[in-house]
């Protein structure tokens, strides 16, 4: 019979649990993620609204797409 060339699975290392935001604190990180960005959106034949934060200098190609800035 002829040898096995699986790899033996290496365990990945344990990461340690992060602490757990309150809600007002990951709004906060959500409103410094997006800050500085145009929001812009698309509304799909459903009627359902998409939403995108996108760098300034993309909104460009975004609005080529078809979306479109409120």
Do not use: C, I
Request: glycine letters at 4%.
């Amino acid at each position: 019979m002829s040898d096995s060339t699986k790899r033996a699975r290496v365990r990945k290392p344990v990461e340690s649990p992060s602490t757990p935001l309150s809600s007002a604190e990951h709004l906060a990180a959500l409103h410094a993620r997006e800050a500085g960005k145009t929001v812009m959106y698309q509304v799909d034949a459903w009627g359902h609204v998409e939403t995108r934060f996108v760098r300034s200098q993309n909104v460009e190609a975004w609005l080529a797409k078809g979306f479109f800035v409120r």
